[in-house]
């Protein structure tokens, strides 16, 4: 059984807003680059580095949690219209 442990919360960090995601990757990790994009500019606002296997932990995860959202919230639609897919290798 793991030990469970406190985690903590530094003052400085806090909670950012994000409409668009940039996502990058090598054969080792994968950079999630969070943006706010406004009408005259877009500023990145967070960046997360993740191994291969943490993000797909991340994915099966997130898809769990939005199934609990849609049945508590009801179903989601897709946009009608996909948004651009940003990314490199």
Do not use: C
């Not at 090598?26 to 005259?40: Q, V």
């Not at 990145?44 to 932990?57: D, E, F, Y």
């Not at 898809?63 to 651009?84: A, I, Q, R």
């Amino acid at each position: 059984m793991t030990e469970k442990r406190k985690t903590e919360i530094p003052e400085e960090i806090r909670g950012v807003y994000a409409n668009q995601m940039l996502v990058t990757y090598r054969k080792e990790e994968f950079h999630l680059d969070f943006i706010t994009r406004y009408p005259e500019r877009e500023v990145m606002t967070a960046r997360v580095i993740v191994s291969p296997g943490h993000l797909k932990r991340m994915v099966g995860l997130l898809k769990t949690w939005m199934e609990k959202y849609e049945e508590e919230f009801g179903k989601l639609d897709e946009p009608e219209e996909s948004p651009k897919i940003k990314g490199s290798k």
